[in-house]
């Protein structure tokens, strides 16, 4: 049994007995992966302390020999790179959504150091939010490299059925999951689970529009839509969807 070393952000905290902790863990450059934390809970620990989302740092684990079982972290070195999420709600809730989106749509042991960094970008982003239209421009913009890195990325810049791409994006478009993407009029009424949006909010999520270009109903629109879709492939809706729907 080899030990491993690498940079980790922790997905997912679950108090195990006591004084330890099971932790879902994304890192760099060995996937997402499940560890026992043992003795976690103590007040003196080789982790700085209980772990919790958000914890990022050097971890330092022993890999399990079978892929059902968890694997043991012997050391988190915890930086305090992303506490400031913290003490902002709307970007506390934005870094949730990525983490809980992330643990859902990773492979264990499956590496994509590209994720891993769109992440910590991300959450860096969201600690110097201090808009709601910053923060979802933030969460909209790493859902669609999630989606990217999942190697299902959606179809924005033409119809997702024929190919049609439009000179001019018509004033109603539609989104539809089972055809991962945009549909024209000549395609939607083939498909049943679709939903209408704006032009505005497919030039958003199309272009990725920072906050300060999109307008915030498009990007809210947009986010709302993330959202629809998001709901389709878990089959569920995500947990910290709620914190973004109602507005
Ligand atoms: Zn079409």
Known sequence: MSTIKDQAICLRA???S???QVVTLLTRDHGKIGAMAKGARRARSAFDGAIEPF????AMWIASPSAQKLDILTELV???RFRLLRTNLSAMHAGLFALELTEAFCQSHDPHPALFDALAAALDHLTRCQRRDSVLAVLMDYQLTLLDEAGIAPVLDACANCGMIAKTLPRELYFSSAANGLLCGGCEQSFSEKRRISAACAAALNRRLSAEN?????L????HLLIYHFTE???RP???SKYFVSR
Do not use: H, R
């Not at 914890?55 to 050097?58: D, E, F, I, V």
């Not at 809210?220 to 986010?223: L, P, V």
């Open 18 to 20: 006591e004084t330890s």
């Open 214 to 218: 999109a307008p915030g109903n498009a």
């Open 78 to 80: 915890q930086s305090p």
């Open 14 to 16: 679950v108090n195990y």
């Open 55 to 58: 914890a990022y740092g050097q």
């Open 220 to 223: 809210s629109e947009a986010e």
């Open 233 to 235: 492939l878990l089959g």
């Open 238 to 240: 995500a947990k910290m």
